[in-house]
């Protein structure tokens, strides 16, 4: 947003703009940004940044949650999918980038993999980077998203998109980093730009301070098995309260990472003085290291404008007092100890203390990825280590019989600080074998894989069946120290029980009954876009958008209702058929809900407007879950929940999908009875006012039956659906660009 714009928002809002914060030299002029003051109308710090990086926007308009908005991120980073990203920029009839500043390869998955095909693909990959001028950093460099923290490219105050779900990530340096598919990454590439639907905002308050010997691993697998009832699936998480003050940066980074396991779409800590401190501490590091002294992002000029922003307009970098969210939960940090995940679910915590009295045998053991291979996670594995031998004196201290570990660091970087600290030998002479610093077990690539029967203790951040290996494998996942210590003794045990060698001494001062303190308040009620309700809606919900040219600015249908919770992409469309390219949209109809309720494609009429349960779209990302529904005629779902991806793919192919929690539960309440048909034809009409946000249901007599609000359409998703998807979207703006 530009000084003018923001003036004329200010001054259409009756407030007055407080000083704007200085652009750092990291941001270039042509991608600059400042934050809005705060106004009467308080926005969460997910909704400032994000009004940042909007484009299309009317002058005054507000970003709220639930809005649909164009997006301009300062960043979007492709790995090794860059290779598939490549062909649908091509095929779309671009030929360079709109700005080659803004993406950024980083090649980690697959990188052990020496075979001809993938070298190949690596060659290509580096090669358009070098024909288009943009960043590139090759296999070896390190994992994508530890790469753009420590290049600077994810920033303070920026919002950074990812073709990867742990984008996450880069809410730990209070960068709003957040996940998008592969068409979305050609269309930036193409045109700076693609839509967002700005997610409803969850705030998480850390209360009090981490007890010694229990990091940022342990709160995030905390959070995720006390509030594993998808309390936060497709939110953004603001991490808020005194205790985020005693979690370093790596700590943060590692929560943040995490926050995808938990079902968010990002996970944001605000900018404060352990941040900044970090920043100086790295930039000094840096420059140390650097022949010229200075790197041309992460320096002491930039890193003391970030200080000098943050200190004159403290406002501007953190929530409105009258921010509102959709919940609210919070977790005692001093009551909190040393947890495990598993196995093979994030959704099963439990204290560590309480697990190793199972003494749970272990044939592999992990310290890699990008959420535990920092020199802060070395070092305190390496520092277990230590503690064994010194107090096992004359004893060789190495892997336990059968247990393989391995380790690798998360960057080159960090391998050199590992190495030059005795950090890494101390792990190698304990037996760890090392890999090259990328994903490898992580993502179920390289050598060390879980095999059938096995069990593996990681301190990587997924253990669904068949991630890291066989699917008859099973997988916990601790923080690193843990992992150093069940490596050394053979089975998942504290790091207190290994260096005793008891496990009863160990858990003495650490009960395995100790209650950790967690809970949920009572939310606000919402003044956001995010989901619409009955009885009226919102101030936000209910000011009107104007449509585009093409765009209605109403849809009606009859309302047919699937009230099944985690209708995945193979219920709506068949995996069976995913990969034959010759069916036609005629036979799509038939098929489509084939494997839900075979009755569906005869039931469905053009038009019809369907209304489904919870996490609607689950599962893979085949864009024929969407294009299947659109062959059948319908043009608009609405349900309690959806998968992102499901819902990025919709959109992208020209299917709007809103959430109304409310909706659902009216209609469940009214037709769920016992014996009901998976697929329920309700007699009601739907009228949706797309651009007002507005929902009516009438019965078949015109009668109202619900009143209630829905998300508006901005003009970004209008645009990509009057242009019948993001591909055709691209083409019409390249075209006018020419």
Aim: proline content about 5%; overall charge neutral; aromatic content about 6%.
């Amino acid at each position: 947003m530009s000084f003018k714009l923001l003036v004329a928002a200010a001054a259409a809002r009756r407030v007055i703009p407080h000083a704007l914060p200085r652009r750092h030299p990291a941001l270039g002029a042509k991608r600059g940004f400042a934050f809005t003051s705060p106004s009467h109308n308080g926005q969460t710090l997910v909704e400032k940044i994000a009004q940042q990086h909007a484009v299309g926007l009317s002058e005054g308009e507000v970003v709220r949650s639930g809005d649909f908005i164009g997006i301009r991120p300062h960043h979007i980073m492709t790995h090794d999918n860059t290779g598939a990203v490549i062909p649908k920029f091509n095929s779309i009839g671009a030929t360079k980038l709109a700005d080659p500043q803004q993406p950024v390869f980083a090649l980690d998955h697959d990188i052990q993999n020496k075979g001809e095909k993938n070298v190949t693909k690596y060659r290509s990959i580096e090669q358009f980077s070098k024909l288009h001028g943009n960043r590139f950093y090759p296999a070896g460099r390190g994992i994508a998203h530890q790469v753009l923290v420590e290049e600077g490219h994810a920033w303070p105050g920026t919002m950074v998109v990812g073709s990867d779900s742990h984008s996450n990530m880069y809410g730990g340096i209070g960068c709003l980093g957040t996940p998008v598919v592969r068409t979305d990454a050609a269309a930036i590439w193409a045109t700076s730009q693609t839509w967002w639907q700005a997610p409803p905002v969850a705030k998480v308050e850390l209360r009090g301070q981490l007890p010694p010997g229990v990091v940022g691993k342990d709160v995030i697998v905390a959070l995720c098995g006390l509030f594993a009832k998808d309390e936060v699936l497709n939110h953004a998480v603001e991490f808020v309260g005194e205790g985020t003050r005693s979690l370093v940066v790596e700590d943060r980074l590692a929560i943040a990472n995490m926050t995808t396991e938990w079902g968010a779409l990002a996970g944001l800590f605000a900018v404060d003085e352990v941040t900044l401190q970090w920043y100086e501490a790295r930039a000094k590091w840096i420059a140390e290291r650097t022949t010229g002294g200075s790197h041309p992002i992460v320096n002491h000029d930039a890193v003391a404008a970030l200080r000098q922003s943050i200190e004159s307009n403290a406002a501007c970098w953190r929530p409105d007092e009258d921010a509102v969210y959709a919940k609210h939960l919070w977790l005692d940090l001093g009551s909190l100890t040393p947890h495990v995940s598993g196995p093979d679910t994030v959704k099963t915590a439990t204290p560590l203390a309480k697990l190793e009295q199972k003494k749970v045998a272990i044939n592999k053991a992990y310290i890699v990825s990008c959420v535990n291979s920092r020199a802060k996670d070395l070092r305190e594995a390496a520092n277990v280590i230590r503690a064994i031998k010194e107090a096992r004196p004359g004893h060789a201290v190495t892997a336990a019989k059968g247990v393989s570990w391995y380790v690798a660091a998360a960057s080159s970087q960090v391998q050199a600080d590992a190495q030059a600290s005795g950090d890494w030998q101390v792990l190698v002479d304990a037996g760890a074998k090392t890999l090259p610093p990328g994903c490898g077990p992580c993502i179920g690539l390289g050598v060390g894989l879980l095999e059938d029967g096995e069990v593996g203790i990681s301190a990587t951040n997924r253990n669904y069946k068949g991630r890291m290996g066989s699917k008859k494998a099973h997988t916990y996942l601790a923080s690193p120290a843990v992992v150093a210590a069940s490596a050394i003794e053979g089975y998942i045990c504290s790091p207190a029980a290994a260096i005793k060698g008891t496990i009863e001494e160990s858990s003495a001062s650490s009960s395995p009954t100790q209650r950790v303190l967690f809970g949920i308040e009572q939310a606000a009620v919402a003044t956001s876009n995010a989901g619409g309700g009955g009885g009226g809606g919102s101030a936000a919900a209910s000011a009107t958008s104007n449509a585009i040219d093409g765009f209605p600015e109403s849809l009606s249908g009859r309302v047919i209702f699937l009230p099944a919770d985690n209708l995945n992409t193979d219920g709506i469309y068949p995996g069976k058929y995913t990969y034959q390219d010759d069916i036609t949209r005629d036979q799509m109809k038939l098929i489509v809900m084939e494997n839900y309720d075979p009755e569906f494609s005869k039931l469905v009429q053009s038009e019809d407007v369907v209304v489904a349960g919870a996490n609607f779209g689950t599962g893979s990302s085949r864009e024929q879950a969407a294009t299947a529904l659109l062959a059948a005629g319908v043009r608009l779902v609405i349900c309690e929940s959806a998968s992102e991806t499901f819902k990025r793919n919709a959109v992208n192919n020209g299917l709007l999908v809103l959430e109304s929690p409310v909706l659902v539960k009216w209609l469940r309440d009214r037709y769920q009875k016992p014996g009901a048909k998976p697929t329920i034809v309700t007699g009601l009409d739907a009228r949706a006012e797309l651009t007002a946000g507005r929902l009516t249901l009438v019965d078949e007599t015109g009668n109202s039956e619900y009143a209630g609000t829905i998300p508006r359409i901005g003009r970004a998703a209008q645009e990509i659906i009057v242009a019948g998807g993001l591909e055709n979207w691209v083409r019409t703006r390249m075209a006018a660009s020419a």
